[in-house]
């Protein structure tokens, strides 16, 4: 049996001069109390008390306790000279387990043993660093011992990794649907769906459990080239997991036909393997695909409902939909863009253009904040700052015609980061179909730090979308 760990001196000295240090400091507050000194002087002896945690840690003076970490399937065994009272003060269970007994036998997945150290240097000294593939041993030692500490703590380092596009998104989701967390599940949800084009052709991909396809497939927040390119991902994922045809057929449903132009769909039901095995499935959602795509959408509008999801674009890249803009040093000045979008998915709006211009403005002030400089009675005012102001960001039409008839237009931007050589998207801002721009538009950037978390390399990289909506004008039997 390979025993890896620490020696277990038998001097007590170190244990008690923590004890001994801890009293003084309770002592020294009573006096400082009890004299009522309007202002006293603080003297702060933490990082000392930290330093003697770690040596106790380290050479197991005192120690009352000894655990045993057993790696899984193994004969590896790690040593761990603890005490019962600093084990028992962050966790219940340990209170339980070293109730009545000074050594314990506790068996860990392969991976939770590695990090074991760590974890009780966490309940020693209250700190400890974390890589990537050690979160999920950590935070899942944390969730079983009850240190909710340190779990919360794990689970934020986790959130926050996933927004900069460091996280493996799709194990740390299948993780949080383990154990419940379902604020880590919303993050790896949002991750996958607004960079889906990096997941999907990443070796991630084939390890997308069918319940999280499932999640993912509905979602109109989905940021790809085009619907295209989700089918070509579907079938590749199709032809690597082979899962049973009623997943297959729920997965192919949920694709986006009418978003695909009709050429596209001709090769697709030429070409396809999955439309090949599952055709039948989804043969009546092709035919509303090429209805759709023959008649004007007005006419279309008259005898079937245009409202489904099945009729609204999602997040494509592709130029037909928006453009990006690069905005350098974006604290400088107000800046301005124009670019064209299709009209409608429809076959029929295919050659019709909307042309769009853009505003951004760094430092936009409310009207409640511009600078008024006298009051009624004449008395002086204080101007506001420009640092009052925060970035701004208007999308409007460049002209008004009776193109947009039965249509509304969703906006939507995105805000990218760059991480390991790529560019993932960090933030999405919808606007609301009547609104020309997101109220909460960059609220918490600070655009004047150069290594802010919106920007790369000090530029701003935006990709505008718009999506066009449709409506029922007329229902006719």
Known sequence: MLKLGFTRPGSWGSFWAILTLVGLATRAAQRADVSGEAAGTSINHSQMLLQHLQELLRQGNASDVVLRVQAAGTDEVRVFHAHRLLLGLHSELFQQLLSNQSEVVLQEPRDGAAVFDKFIRYLYCGELTVLLSQAIPLHRLATKYGVVSLQRGVADYMRAHLAGGAGPAVGWYHYAVSTGDEALR?????????????????????????????QLLPRSDLVLQDELELFHALEAWLGRVRPPPTVAERALRAIRYPMIPPAQLFQLQARSAALARHGEAVADLLLQAYQFHAASPLHYAKFFDVNGSAFLPRNYLASAWGAPWVINNPARDDRSTSFQTQLGPSGHDSGRRVTWNVLFSPRWLPVSLRPVYADAAGTALPAARPEDGRPRLVVTPASSGGDAAGVSFQKTVLVGARQHGRLLVRHAYSFHQSSEEAGDFLAHADLQRRNSEYLVENALHLHLIVKPVYHTLIRTP
């Open 186 to 214: 919303e993050s790896c949800l949002r991750f996958l769906a607004w960079n889906l084009s990096a997941v999907a052709a990443s070796p991630e991909w084939g390890a997308v459990s069918p319940e999280l396809l499932a």
